[in-house]
Structure formats: C-alpha cells, structure tokens
C-alpha cells in the first residue's frame, strides 16, 4: 500500500495500536514489569481510552488532516486533542468506574505516562507518515547538493517563510525540476544556518562567486514584497553572472489572478521609485477632517479619487464629490460606498468654470475645505488646445476660488505641478497662473488657501507607466521621447498625503513641495519596468525615441529661485512661504485673467499666449536642454512684510 493510499480506517488501526501500546509501556514504566496478571483488571481502563480517545481525536479533524502538509495549526491541534483526551480518561476512571463498580487504575502516575505517551504516539505516527509520503526516510543521509540528471541548481533569495515555502516544495516536488542548492540573505543572523536541510550560504553580495563555486543554474526570489531596488541588485548581480532570474509571486497576486505567463510578479508602482516611499503624519490632517464638511473637484480622476479615499478614512461629516464626467464619479463614488458604508457621501456633476453652478453647489454643502484637483494635465494635448487649457486651468479654478470666498470656505488647497516652474507649456503657465490666483486669494481674505506643487504621479491616468505596461503586454516597443528627459515622480498615495498635509500645515499664499529626491531618467524607468515585468530590454522589449514633443522639457525643477524655499516641521516636505513677489495681484491679476478669457472665447490663440508670456515671465516655448544649477534650500526665509508663517505639524 502507498503512503498516500492511506485511508481514514487505516488512521484508526494505527491510533488503536497507539492507544494500547501506550498503556501498556505506562504499566510497564511503572511497576518495571508487565503480565497479563497486572493487565486483566485493568482492561476497562483500555476501553475507556479508546472510546474517550478516537472520539476525541474525530473531533479535533485529526483524520481529515493532509500530514503532508501540516503547519503549526495542526500540531496545535494535535496536541489540544491529545490533552483533553487524557484529561477525560483521568475523569472517567476516577469518577465515573466508581459510580459504575469497575475497578480504578491502581496509581495515577500510570495515567499521567498514558497520556505522555499517546501524545508521543499520536504526533510520531503523523510524522512517520509525512517523511514517508516525502520520501526523507529513504534519502536520509543524501546530500542536499546532488542534483539528479536533467534538473536545474537553484540559489534562493530570502531565507524568510516564502523562500523557506519555496525550498521545501522545491524538495518535495521532483517533477519541478528544481533542486535548492542553498539561500542567500544578507542578514547575518541567519549565515551558517539550515532550513529544510538547505544551507544558507552567504550575502545576496556573494550571488556571482556562488553561481561559480556550486555551479548555479537559477536564482530565484524567495522575497514576494522586495521592494523595486533590492530586485534590480539582484537582477545585475544575476546578469554578471550570466544566470538566469526570476521572482515568485506572493499569494495575494496569486489569489487576485495577477500573475500572467510572461510575469511572474507583478509589478508594483513603489517598485519603480528608487528610493523610500514617503509617508506623512496624519494627525493634523485627521483633527481638521474629522466631522467636517469636505468638497473634492475632480474627484473622478487619479489624484481626486485618492484624496475622497483618504480623507473618507478621516471620518468627515460629509464628502461632496465634484467632477465633470459621470462614469468616472459614479464609480468613485460607488467605490467609497462600499468601503465606508457609514460615510455620508453627495456627487455632484458640474463643470468648474460654470461660476453660477459651482457658486450655488459650494453654498448649498458648506464645505470647511476644498480640494481642487480638477485641471487638463496632457502637455501635448494642451499645447494644440491653449484655449481650452487656460479656461479649465486658470478659470475654472478662479470660479471655484470665488464661490469658496463667497461662502467663507476656511481652508481650499489647489492640485498644482512642477511644470508651473520656469514653463514650457501652456499647461504649466495655466497651473502658475491658477496659483497666483490661490495666493492672491489667501492675500485678500486672510484664509488658508494654497497650493501644492510635485512631479510625475506614477499610475496615474494617462501617465507613463500605464502607457509603458500596454506598449509591454503588446509586445513593444516602448515609446520614450528622448534618452535624457528627467522626471521626478511619486506615487499616488504619497502625492495625495501631501495635498492632505498642505491644508494643515498651511497659513495662506504657501506652495508646498514634495522632497521627492534625485529626479529619475524616464529611459531608465522604462528598462526597470520591462526588466521588472521578467523581461529583457534590448531583446524581449524594444525601446523605441521619438523625439521631444511640443511643450515639453528635459528636466523639471520644484520652486523659482526668487520664490525662496525653507523645509517644513516635516522632513520631507518643502514650503515657499510667499510665493514668487511681483506686481500680478489684486484687481490687475483680475483685469489681465478677464482679457485673456475674452481672448481664449475668440480662438485668438497668437495674442493668448503672448498675454500669457506676459503674466508668467519665465513661460518660454523652448524646452531646456540643460539640468538648472541646483538650489540651495535656505533653513529659514524670512516671510514678507505682513505674511504670515507656516504653522508647523510635526512629522
């Protein structure tokens, strides 16, 4: 009979033979000889164990248990059963064979090494059963190294749970091919140490002299959450050693259907960042959240619907959710339903730059705080479309600045870009424009209006990444504009802790920066987003130049050096406490934006943009060829005349 042919009656013989050896060996323990003599008068007590003990062990599912398989969770369970099964023997013969005139066990220490030794028997019988369904029982002794014809020597990365998992399916599964030659792991707890008899041999430093040395076919990831940086290490030090390399997906992306046959892992957006996401504190955020009510512009798209999930998260008294299309509201909003089903939501579809509309919405909800994230962010779709750009841009975010004025809205925080400074678009002069309105704003009523400035938002609609992944799936190539364009970038939770943090930490007229690190060659994000989808660029996936398209720049840069910039309570977060100085305020700012507003409703795109030019200075069609000299962040600024200082938050 094969191990695996093992039914549940054969379980029961064999716990049978158990439970009367145990008694039998406990006799013998204790009184150093066994006879029938001895044994006779004691054959009840055998009855009663095995009708307390089977019954028990049924219970506790020990006969329905995979012992190939079995974890902690079993073991537990096998000694639970073991236990109270000993304790209701102990019960049953000294107070229920009284009751019943059968004999009692002549010394209790007969019952304590009864049981001692049915929880031996019960767990040794299981372990027999899986080292004999692995086959360990007839390969003690074999070298873990010795790799039969054919299979492939595999060094794991992570000596952790996963990698532990892998080696041990690894092991007992010859069909895969697989043989774990050793792990490696850079912590240095674990060196010289062994799991599943598989030696952890050194640093993941130590990847190409150990390909050498053990003759190592593969490298496979045992580390499901390794994070973008560790698995392009691993993936060069692979490549130097002219090994192959792959990645094992965690259960989630297993159980989600995430896992694709040309990807073995898929990739996540913080993978891509090159370095530490950022999280903010959020107890400043939650004390002027919480029971509040809160309008979102935009909140159908990337940026907006974060910012109603996280501020959902913050229990307001009520969320309006403000934006243009309806699908992409009603499945937001549908969305939050179903996550927050307490929470008192309102949709409402309008377009910004509906003054009326807009002014009737805002004093109808009563909002304590907007968040304005509704704007046209595509640089080459605004440069052929200035008109509408400025009129979404600049005058739906005046319309929206008005009717929070008019409703005495505390705190408004605009969604702005690193393309505002020194722009070569017109979307970014839109954005530089809607922020001196913001600033102008918060200069007239004394409120705690400003704006919000970062980079590239990785994932979100319409930008690089998800452009990338279609153009991988499909083969290639993948389209970059030119080798050296440079981004900085975030991802969406970070940039939507920002906007959150921005209202607290702000006083009025404040543009608020991400320290978002080095910026990042956009080339070098489409490699480790091909290499990170288990392919190889250059030979699976193309990457393909096309050129600098009309607006855009090679680098960006985060504030204008007139503006000034000093960091915050909060280590990563920069703030430009006056904004740029000049002259574009008050009733000449409105004059200007109410000519250029005339000038976008007649199409006269030539006299728009020169008005532009004239409002925003630096605003040049020409993209820079050259990174700007770096700037040096002062520790403090000192604010203007009459302006007010950031009220720290600590981090």
Same mark, same amino acid.
């Given at each position: ?82 236990? !109270? ?137 045992? /580390? ?25 997906? $965690? ?12 990807? /073995? ?69 549908? $969305? ?33 705080? !907007? ?243 004239? /409002? ?36």
């Amino acid at each position: 009979m094969r191990i695996r042919a093992i039914r549940i009656r054969h379980m029961l013989g064999i716990d049978v033979v158990c439970i009367t050896f145990a008694l039998v060996a406990a006799f013998t323990l204790r009184f150093e000889h066994v006879s029938w003599r001895l044994l006779e008068p004691h054959l009840p007590l055998l009855g009663l164990a095995l009708a307390v003990r089977l019954p028990v062990y049924t219970l506790f599912g020990l006969y329905h248990c995979m012992w190939r398989y079995a974890s902690v969770a079993e073991a537990r369970r096998l000694l639970a059963a073991g236990v !109270i099964s000993t304790v209701l023997v102990f019960v049953g013969d000294n107070y229920v064979f009284p009751l019943l005139g059968l004999p009692r066990c002549s010394s209790r220490s007969v019952l304590v090494l009864d049981g001692l030794i049915n929880l031996i028997c019960l767990g040794g019988s299981r372990l027999l059963l899986r080292l004999a369904s692995e086959g360990l029982v007839q390969r003690k002794g074999a070298k873990a190294a010795v790799v039969p014809a054919g299979q492939r020597r595999v060094l794991i990365v992570g000596a952790s749970r996963a990698g532990a998992t892998l080696a041990r399916e690894m092991r007992s599964t010859p069909e895969l091919g697989l043989v774990p030659v050793g792990f490696v792991d850079d912590d240095p707890v674990v060196t010289t140490m062994r799991i599943h008899d598989v030696p952890v041999l050194g640093p993941i430093e130590d990847i190409p002299a150990l390909a050498s040395r053990e003759q190592i076919d593969e490298v496979i990831l045992g /580390l499901p959450a390794a994070p973008g940086s560790t698995v392009r290490r691993i993936r060069q030090l692979c490549r130097e050693a002219g090994i192959g390399f792959r990645t094992i997906p $965690s259960l989630y992306e297993l159980l989600g259907g995430k896992v694709s046959v040309k990807q /073995l892992r898929e990739v996540r957006i913080e993978d891509l960042l090159r370095r530490e996401q950022v999280d903010t504190d959020q107890t400043g955020v939650r004390a002027y959240v919480r029971g509040a009510r809160v309008l979102v512009t935009g909140a159908g798209g990337s940026i907006g619907s974060e910012i109603c999930r996280q501020l959902a998260q913050h229990e307001p008294e009520l969320l309006v959710l403000m934006g243009h299309g309806e699908n992409s509201i009603f499945n937001v909003e549908r $969305s939050l339903r179903a996550q927050f089903p307490t929470l008192r939501l309102e949709s409402a579809i309008a377009d910004t730059r509906d003054t009326e509309r807009v002014r009737l919405l805002v004093g109808k909800y009563r909002p304590s705080a !907007i968040f304005h994230a509704a704007a046209h962010k595509h640089v080459p779709l605004m440069q052929a479309n200035a008109e509408e750009a400025f009129t979404n841009n600049v005058l739906g975010t005046q319309s929206v600045l008005r009717a929070a004025e008019a409703c005495g809205v505390e705190r408004f925080v605009m969604i702005s870009t690193d393309k505002a400074v020194r722009p070569t678009s017109v979307m970014g002069a839109t954005k530089r424009v809607a922020e001196l309105l913001v600033q102008d704003a918060a200069r007239r009523t004394g409120k705690r209006y400003v704006a919000v400035r970062f980079g590239n938002v990785l994932g979100s609609r319409g930008s690089a990444v998800p452009i990338f992944q279609e153009q991988i799936a499909a083969g290639g190539p993948v389209t970059v504009t030119h080798p050296e364009m440079r981004r900085y970038f975030m991802t969406i939770p970070e940039a939507v802790q920002l906007v959150l943090q921005a209202a607290a930490l702000g006083c009025g007229g404040e543009v608020f920066i991400l320290d978002m690190g080095e910026p990042v060659k956009v080339a070098d994000l489409a490699r480790d987003l091909i290499e990170l989808s288990g392919l190889v660029p250059g030979e699976d996936i193309e990457i393909v130049y096309t050129g600098i398209r009309p607006g855009e720049k090679l680098y960006e840069e985060l504030w204008i050096n007139s503006e000034g910039c000093a960091r915050t309570a909060h280590a990563k977060v920069f703030v430009s406490p006056n904004g740029e100085q000049g002259s574009h305020y008050g009733e000449a700012l409105e004059r200007r934006i109410a000519a250029m507003a005339e000038l976008a409703r007649k199409m006269e795109t030539a006299r728009l943009l020169l008005q532009l030019r004239q /409002l925003v200075p630096d605003f040049t069609p020409e993209p820079a060829q050259r990174p700007a000299a770096p700037v040096e962040v002062p520790a403090r600024v000192a604010p203007a005349p009459g302006a007010r200082q950031p009220v720290p938050v600590g981090p």
